[in-house]
Nanobody
């Protein structure tokens, strides 16, 4: 069983920055791919970023050039640095773990474990 705990959400003005963290339990964190997703009210959960076990990172089109994902395997933690935030970035942000970590691409259904989410609100 893997437990994921997100933190770092909050209220920020448009153009500002936030850094989200996701701490994972378990001794095999280095073998996981970690994903970030978000869900705004009334919308489907949207892919934000994925970093696989080898450190290869993919981003969703809406966040490319503004968000940066990273991982610290020594701390069992993944991060999402969010810059140049826009009101449309407002959502609950979730981290997720895919135990088939070598995959560069995956479907949302491939993630076996999910955090509880952290709210990010960007005011205009």
């Amino acid at each position: 069983q893997v437990q994921l705990v997100e933190s770092g959400g909050g209220l920020v003005q448009a153009g500002g920055s936030l850094r989200l963290s996701c701490a994972a339990s378990g001794r095999t964190f280095t073998t996981y791919a970690m994903g970030w997703f978000r869900q705004a009210p009334g919308k489907e959960r949207e892919f934000v970023a994925r970093i696989n076990s080898g450190g290869v990172i993919r981003y969703g089109d809406s966040v490319k050039g503004r968000f940066t994902a990273s991982r610290d395997n020594a701390k069992n933690t993944v991060y999402l640095q969010m810059n140049s935030l826009k009101p449309e970035d407002t959502a609950v942000y979730y981290c997720a773990a895919d135990t088939t970590g070598w995959r560069i691409r995956s479907d949302i259904n491939d993630y076996e474990y999910w955090g509880q989410g952290t709210q990010v609100t960007v005011s205009s």
